[in-house]
């Protein structure tokens, strides 16, 4: 157990649909960082969160949004899904904020999930 | 902005067997480095990371890595494996004092046999 913890495990929904999920970072981290891995395009940085605010987006898309809650949680919210948003969702944590690389993440378990 | 490349997709060994999983990057800046390794149905762990100093850095599960400025690479060594360090490699570089999000390769699956 990394200690950053994503749910759910697995899901599976319709095109169209639009799903939610969740990430709580490890104890004492501050920061939130969701990718994206496909067997295409590898492991895609989505976006980044240090203690509530947004510090770095990646190629998200703009169907795709985040938010960290006060208590550090973070959700990423995927909508109008298509067959090509089909992939792992993992997220990440770290102690810090910009400097945060330079520690290595911890990452999740991660999400899988499949559009149908 | 930052590049990675692994060069093997797939690297099969035998047990007990060195084995070397390469890693070259593309920067104009110093970086900061790291390999992560991903076990089946789970996330990334960090196994090292290469910061500054020593340019050769030792790691968890018996694995090291060596720093190489003039080749810009960062390849990925064990001196024997074992069966369960099957599993997929990434490395990743980020700029040090930059955009500090790091660039992940494509992965390496290393594929232990008896």
């Known amino acids: 157990d990394s200690g950053v913890t994503q749910t759910p495990k697995h899901l599976i929904t319709a095109t169209g649909q639009r799903v939610t999920l969740r990430c709580s970072p490890r104890?004492?981290?501050?920061?939130v960082y969701w990718y994206q891995q496909s067997l295409d395009q590898g492991l895609q940085f989505l976006i980044h969160?240090?203690?509530?605010?947004?510090?770095a987006k990646g190629n998200i898309l703009e169907r795709f949004s985040a938010q960290q809650f006060p208590d550090l949680h973070s959700e990423l919210n995927l909508s109008s899904l298509e067959l090509g948003d089909s992939a792992l969702y993992f997220c990440?944590?770290?102690?810090?904020?910009?400097?945060?690389?330079?520690?290595?993440?911890?990452f999740g378990s991660g999400t899988r999930l499949t559009v149908v | 902005a930052q590049s990675v490349t692994q060069l093997d997709s797939q690297v099969p060994v035998f047990e007990e067997a060195p084995v070397e999983l390469r890693c070259n990057y593309s920067?104009?800046?110093?970086?900061?480095l790291f390999w992560y390794v991903q076990y089946p149905n789970q996330g990334l762990q960090l196994l090292l990371k290469?910061?500054?100093?020593?340019?050769l850095v030792k790691g968890i599960n018996g694995f090291e890595a060596e720093f190489n400025k003039s080749q810009t690479s960062f390849h990925l060594r064990k001196p024997s494996v074992h069966i369960s360090d099957t599993a997929e490699y990434f490395c990743a570089v980020s700029i040090s004092g930059g955009s500090y999000i790091p660039t992940f390769g494509r992965g390496t699956s290393l594929i232990v046999h008896p």
């Open positions: 990440a944590s770290s102690v810090a904020g910009n400097q945060g690389a330079s520690y290595g993440y911890t």
């Open positions: 920067s104009s800046v110093s970086v900061y």
């Open positions: 104890s004492g981290d501050l920061s």
């Open positions: 290469y910061l500054s100093g020593s340019t």
């Open positions: 969160y240090y203690n509530g605010e947004e510090r």
